[in-house]
C-alpha cells in the first residue's frame, strides 16, 4: 500500500508525465526535494515503472482494433509458454490477459487494417501450435480507454 502523498504524486504524473519536478511539488504541496525522494523511491521500489508517450492509434495510421478471445487445445507448460512467448514477442499484440470463462486468453491487437488483420491471423494465430478456437470482435469505436489507475 502507498501513502496518500505518493497517490497525489502517481496521479499528477498519469496526467503529464512530462512535468518538471518543481512543477510536480507545487501540483501535489511538498518541498521539490521531497518531491524528487518520493518519486524516485516509487521508481526504485517498481511501482513507477516507466515512462512513455501516449499514442493515437489512429492518426499513427493503425485504424483496425480487435479483441480475441483465444482458447488452446491443451494447457499443458509446452503449448502455454510457447503461446505466451510468441504472443509478447509480436508488435500487434498490446496486452495479452489469461483468463477465467470461454476463451483461455485475451488479447487486444491493432493492425493498419483488415488486410493486415487477416495477414496477421492467416500467418501467425492460426499457425500457433495447441490453438483450438480464435473468435475475433472488431472494435467498432472506443469509448473509453485509460492508462492510469483510479485512484
Same mark, same amino acid.
Not at 22 to 30: E, I, P, R, S, W
Not at 89 to 116: I, K, P, S, W
Given at each position: ?68 478471445? #483465444? ?7 509446452? *503449448?502455454? !509458454? +510457447? &503461446?505466451?512467448? /510468441? ?5 500487434? $499484440? ?16 491493432? #493492425? ?7 495477414? *496477421?491471423? !492467416? +500467418? &501467425?494465430?492460426? /499457425? ?5 478456437? $480464435? ?17
Amino acid at each position: 500500500m502507498i501513502e496518500k502523498q505518493d497517490e497525489h504524486i502517481l496521479v499528477q504524473l498519469q496526467r503529464e508525465g512530462r512535468t518538471t519536478n518543481q512543477q510536480l511539488a507545487d501540483d501535489v504541496g511538498m518541498s521539490t526535494s521531497a518531491c524528487w525522494r518520493r518519486v524516485r523511491a516509487l521508481e526504485e521500489t517498481g511501482v513507477i515503472t516507466g515512462y512513455a508517450a501516449l499514442v493515437d492509434r489512429e492518426k499513427a495510421g493503425f485504424a483496425t482494433s480487435a479483441i480475441l478471445h #483465444v482458447s488452446l487445445e491443451r494447457h499443458d507448460a509446452k *503449448f502455454v !509458454d +510457447e &503461446f505466451v512467448s /510468441r504472443v509478447t514477442a509480436r508488435a500487434e $499484440v498490446l496486452e495479452c490477459f489469461a483468463t477465467t470463462g470461454d476463451a483461455d486468453y485475451h488479447l487486444r491487437v491493432v #493492425v493498419r487494417d483488415m488486410h493486415a488483420y487477416n495477414l *496477421f491471423l !492467416d +500467418e &501467425f494465430m492460426f /499457425r500457433l501450435p495447441g490453438i483450438r478456437t $480464435v473468435r475475433t470482435n472488431v472494435v467498432l469505436k472506443e469509448i473509453k480507454t485509460s492508462v492510469a489507475l483510479p485512484f
